[in-house]
């Protein structure tokens, strides 16, 4: 079957550092996609990984690691406005996109 | 700019009625999507499509139907709703097949069941 993996939580204070983890069992990867939503809102677009390594966008950053089925996102000097949802999504061999459950990140001040 | 449009934010419905949740697409994409959203299950795809006419079953195409007669516009059926479909409902566009399949998503329909 396939599956990604998310926390369903975490917690981190305003201008801290915080990552955001997702492994991955997909049949086949096309690449690996990171979105951003607030509550009530539509998901939308952070970044997109097909290759190993570090993709760095302004405070966000995402890294992937295809051997190791995995992938994270940081975030850094964290604003409250960063409180959201993270949503990791798998690109598969048949080109379908499959989601995870997404990470709630609540932001303290 | 792209845009996608859903007909309505929210929706208040009464079993057995039958609902229809429009959405539109402006930026000539080949690739539509329903999903529903509800908490802790993430994004579930409902039924999907990749041209005109054409349409797939996704993992929750149960109690749900779907058309797509124009390129521009995907709509979504409960041919007899009931209150296990209240939800947050979701459509995304994306461009032809291939690596990158970046979706983009309508402001989403939130839909009671009473």
């Known amino acids: 079957g396939q599956n990604i993996d998310q926390p369903t939580e975490m917690t981190a204070t305003e201008g801290a550092i915080v990552q955001i983890n997702c492994t991955y069992q997909?049949?086949?990867?096309?690449?690996l996609f990171w979105y951003q939503q607030h509550a009530g809102e539509a998901p939308t677009f952070l970044s997109y990984?097909?290759l190993d390594g570090l993709e760095e966008k302004g405070r966000f950053s995402s890294f992937l690691s295809r051997s190791k089925g995995y992938s994270y996102l940081l975030l850094k000097e964290l604003q409250m406005k960063d409180s959201a949802s993270y949503l990791c999504?798998?690109?598969?061999?048949?080109?379908?996109?499959?989601w995870g459950a997404g990470t709630k990140l609540i932001i303290k001040p | 700019d792209v845009k996608v449009t859903q007909s309505s934010r929210y929706l208040v419905k009464r079993t057995g009625e039958k609902v229809f949740l429009e959405c539109v697409q402006d930026?000539?994409?080949?690739?539509m999507f329903w999903y529903r959203q509800d908490p802790g299950l993430g994004l579930r795809l409902i039924y999907f499509?990749?041209?005109?006419?054409?349409?797939e079953k996704g993992d929750i195409p149960e109690g749900y139907s779907v058309s797509r007669e124009k390129k521009e516009r995907f709509s979504l059926i409960l041919e007899s709703a009931s209150t296990n479909q209240t939800s947050m409902y979701l459509c995304?566009?994306?461009?032809?097949?291939?690596?990158?399949?970046?979706?983009?998503f309508g402001p989403g329909t939130r839909l009671t069941v009473l």
């Open positions: 995304a566009s994306s461009p032809g097949t291939g690596d990158y399949n970046e979706q983009f």
């Open positions: 930026m000539d994409h080949e690739n």
């Open positions: 499509s990749y041209d005109v006419k054409m349409k």
């Open positions: 997909t049949s086949g990867f096309n690449g």
């Open positions: 990984n097909v």
């Open positions: 999504a798998v690109t598969d061999s048949n080109y379908q996109l499959i």
